[in-house]
């Protein structure tokens, strides 16, 4: 049984908003279909797409213009809810913990939830600064085919045991003091930007 979560915010009444961070190279029906999943799970008013100008953990090479990325996104992004976010290229940061630190800054009132995929639960502790993330936000994370066991058994996840909410209590997430985050199960969306792209590559 997992341990109580930490007290609900007292501060923040501003809406619940979903943030959703990648390269979006290209932007896919995936993202709009975990979106649209996190939206009802959490009970969110929005989600926000931060479309990174380039992900550091990723290379260049193959990384299509950043207009180009931003304009896949809003094609994609057919909700009135989900929004287009240029917050990174804005606020002048690369990594997340930075980004996330900022906009708690410019928006006090906002109940901000990191959304990820259990692929990126995976490899989150090679992310700068990944325990700020926790600490600075409560994390919403999405289950992915063959990634969901492991990272459930992953450094991050064990680390957090106790603050992980059961995912029924998914809708109080954006209401919660970090450190705090659920696991969703149920989305199992395999799209993939990389295999999109090697699709659109192959004549």
């Known amino acids: ?19 959703l961070g990648g390269s ?13 999943f996190a939206l009802g799970r959490l009970n969110l008013d929005q989600v926000w797409w931060l479309v990174s100008p380039q992900n550091p953990l990723k290379p260049t090479a193959g990384m299509a213009p950043y207009a180009e990325r931003l304009s896949s996104a809003c094609e ?3 909700d009135r ?7 990174e290229v804005k606020l002048g940061t690369r990594y997340t913990a930075d980004t996330l630190r900022r906009l708690r800054r410019r928006y006090p009132h906002h109940r901000f939830v ?3 995929g259990a692929d990126n639960l995976v490899q989150i502790t090679t992310w700068r600064r ?16 063959t990634y969901s066991s492991r990272a459930l058994v992953g450094a991050a996840a064990v680390r957090y045991a ?6 029924r209590e998914g809708r109080l997430l954006a209401d919660r003091a970090p450190p705090a985050w659920v696991f ?3 989305s199992n969306d395999p799209t993939s930007a990389t295999a999109l792209r090697e699709s659109a590559a192959t004549p």
């Open 184 to 186: 969703l199960w149920g």
């Open 162 to 167: 106790h603050c992980r909410l059961n995912g």
């Open 76 to 78: 994609v992004a057919r």
């Open 24 to 36: 979006f190279n290209p932007a896919h029906a995936g993202h709009l279909r975990v979106s649209l």
């Open 130 to 145: 990944w325990i700020e993330i926790f600490e600075t936000v409560p994390v919403a994370v999405v289950d992915r085919p």
């Open 1 to 19: 049984m997992n341990r109580p979560v930490g007290p609900r915010r007292r501060t923040a009444r501003g809406p619940r908003v979903g943030l």
């Open 81 to 87: 809810r989900i929004r287009i976010s240029e917050a």
């Open 114 to 116: 990191w959304i990820m």
